[in-house]
Nanobody, 124 residues
């Protein structure tokens, strides 16, 4: 499956951005999809994940209450709504997917075998 992110950009602290991920090459059925991010000089970290069938979502502690992951069936995308953005949210954000399960391992990068090229989010 190929993943393509969009929606990144520059925003002031306290602002919002909505990232979208479009998948091609396969159906969404059976997928666990999500978002990771990596800031310069830092480890890649899981942001949020969403299982397409069970519709269960998982969030990193830093994302809870500020970020919302969802599937837009009309546009056939996986979206990440980010509110109350902080400077420390600045990073490259990657869309990820796997045909397997991700509960218990959703924040582990090796769980996901498909990665997008990333979209930059800069918060100043």
């Amino acid at each position: 499956v190929q993943l393509a992110e969009s929606g990144g950009g520059s925003v002031q602290a306290g602002g919002s951005l909505r990232l979208s991920c479009a998948a091609s090459g396969n159906s969404y059925g059976g997928y666990c999809m999500g978002w990771f991010r990596q800031a310069p000089g830092k480890e890649r970290e899981g942001v949020a994940s969403f299982h397409i069938i069970s519709r269960v979502s998982y969030y990193a502690d830093f994302a809870k209450g500020r970020f919302t992951i969802s599937q837009d069936s009309r546009k056939n995308t996986l979206d990440l709504q980010m509110n109350s953005l902080k400077a420390e949210d600045t990073a490259m954000y990657y869309c990820v997917a796997t045909m397997g399960r991700c509960d218990g391992r959703w924040s582990v990068a090796s769980t996901f075998d498909s990665w997008g090229k990333g979209t930059q989010v800069t918060v100043s």
